[in-house]
């Protein structure tokens, strides 16, 4: 039996779906992820499509109670951004546009966010002097 080969798109999904998720099935997102995708493809540009916005085509197309995308789900809220992303161009072209940023993409290697920011460094010149 042979089994078909994913398009670009679906190999952009997987890719960023098991980003950082060693336990990952390829098969759902995460909103972390997601969000990531959309950074590292450009979706987001910082004019009239940010990170805000794509926090709730991601919250409006998953289920109340999940917290992942299914692949079906994630070409949906592909076409919900296209709409916004590129609003000048019909909804199969802004569609095709949005496609065309993420297929074949991967993530970047930068590591997950540091949940605690940035941490100061352990040197002698920050430790208390009233001790010596």
Known sequence: MKSEE???LEEAFQRFTVHWYTRATCKEMHG???SKLCRDCQVIN???MTVTNTD??????????????TFDQFKEALEELAK?????????????EVHRLTEGK???SRGPPSPAGPHLPSTPALAPTHLS
Not at 56 to 69: A, P
Not at 84 to 96: G, I, L, P
Request: hydrophobic letters at 30%.
């Open 6 to 8: 994913p398009s670009a």
């Open 32 to 34: 972390k992820n997601w």
């Open 46 to 48: 910082g004019k009239n």
């Open 56 to 69: 709730i085509v991601f919250s409006k197309i998953k289920g109340k109670s999940c917290r992942t995308i």
């Open 84 to 96: 916004k992303r590129f609003k000048d161009k019909s909804s199969e072209e802004a569609a095709q």
């Open 106 to 108: 991967a993530p970047s």
